[in-house]
Each structure stands twice: as structure tokens, then as C-alpha cells.
T-cell receptor
């Protein structure tokens, strides 16, 4: 099993550009999450999907949209990137919302 | 805001036990204590969790005080590969909306030295 995979690993954008971060899990988990981590800080939840077909805002949702494409895939979209969105983005999944979360390797995004 | 307080950093000699404390004095009856760690630049890794009884798995032991206001994560024989930031998180078990989500603080940076 690959666990949680994320693409791309690195990305540089110019202000105003858009992009989609992809996340997939092969553990048949119901719940999926998107976090961001700024330098020297803990992770902050952007959006989560408790189950297929549902999504909810987390702590810092502004500037982002998500799509739970199917049970395996949960994408994060930046419609108009800003320098404040420079961060490392982690996707995670869990069997159910109450269970432990498994994290992907992260996407390092720089917005110039 | 995180509901836990941890020291910002700790050192441990290789082969010795690493004891990482966590204060969670406002923990509610339906909240578990979770521990994750993050090795440099990688995604966080789940270690262990518990409600009120002490727990042990292949990675670590979790000791929770009787009043549940604090806990200690124990790595019995620390290795250089255990150097990481360790996060203590309290989290509701009866998930409802955002209540069950993980809230990461700044954690404790553990440095295991030869």
C-alpha cells in the first residue's frame, strides 16, 4: 500500500495563478483532511471531509476550495494564489473521523 | 488554540528513555490524549493515544495521571531516528462537526544525541 500520496511535491506559483493539489489514499478510509504548515508552526486544518460527499471548513479555509472526488481522492484548489499561501500542505486520511490520521509527504508551495 | 502545553525543546541521550511531558488541565471527559511526531520535513506520524488508562504499543508508552490533567509520552530506548517534533493533542472521541479535528500546537522538539 502506498498510503497517502500527494502531487506535486513542489510548486512555485505567481500571485494570482491557480492550481490544484491532489491527494489520494488507498487504505479505504472514509475521512480525509487538508492542513497547512507555516515555518516553525504546527499544522492548521484548512478543510476536511468526514465521508464521501461531504466537506467542511476547518480553521483556515479562506482562499481555498476542496473537492471530494470519490472515496480515494480529495483535492485542494487555490483559485487565485497569494504570497500568504506559501506553505507546506499536508493531506491526511483516517478510517473514520475518530480514528488516528495518516499523513502524506506534503506539497511545498511557494507563491511569488 | 491548542488545549495543551509542552516544553519547546528537550534533549535525550541515545539509548536512554525519553520522557516528554504534556499539560492538558482543561481536558474534558470525552477527550482523548493523542501523540504524533513529525520528523524533519515529513508528514506527522501517529504514535499513540489514550483516555485514562496507561497505554503501550511498539513505539511508545503513554502515562496519563489519575486526574487526566497531564500525561507523559515515554520512548523507552531513544535512537537518533527519534529526533523529531512531538505533538500532544487532546481530541473529542464523539466526533461532531469540527470537534473531533486535530489541533496542533508547536510541540516539543526532541533532540536525541549520541
Amino acid at each position: 500500500n502506498a498510503g497517502v500520496t500527494q502531487t506535486p511535491k513542489f510548486q512555485v506559483l505567481k500571485t494570482g495563478q491557480s492550481m490544484t493539489l491532489q491527494c489520494a489514499q488507498d487504505m479505504n478510509h472514509n475521512s480525509m483532511y487538508w492542513y497547512r504548515q507555516d515555518p516553525g508552526m504546527g499544522l492548521r486544518l484548512i478543510y476536511y471531509s468526514a465521508s464521501e460527499g461531504t466537506t467542511d471548513k476547518g480553521e483556515v479555509p479562506n482562499g481555498y476550495n476542496v473537492s471530494r472526488l470519490n472515496k480515494r481522492e480529495f483535492s485542494l484548489r487555490l483559485e487565485s494564489a497569494a504570497p500568504s499561501q506559501t506553505s507546506v500542505y499536508f493531506c491526511a486520511s483516517s478510517l473514520e473521523a475518530v480514528h488516528e490520521q495518516f499523513f502524506g509527504p506534503g506539497t511545498r508551495l511557494t507563491v511569488l | 488554540d491548542a488545549k495543551t502545553t509542552q516544553p519547546p525543546s528537550m534533549d535525550c541521550a541515545e539509548g536512554r528513555a525519553a520522557n516528554l511531558p504534556c499539560n492538558h488541565s482543561t481536558i474534558s471527559g470525552n477527550e482523548y490524549v493523542y501523540w504524533y511526531r513529525q520528523i524533519h520535513s515529513q508528514g506527522p506520524q501517529y504514535i499513540i493515544h489514550g483516555l485514562k488508562n496507561n497505554e503501550t504499543n511498539e513505539m511508545a508508552s503513554l502515562i496519563i495521571t489519575e486526574d487526566r490533567k497531564s500525561s507523559t509520552l515515554i520512548l523507552p530506548h531513544a535512537t537518533l531516528r527519534d529526533t523529531a517534533v512531538y505533538y500532544c493533542i487532546v481530541r473529542a472521541w464523539n466526533y461532531g462537526g469540527s470537534q473531533g479535528n486535530l489541533i496542533f500546537g508547536k510541540g516539543t522538539k526532541l533532540s536525541v544525541k549520541p
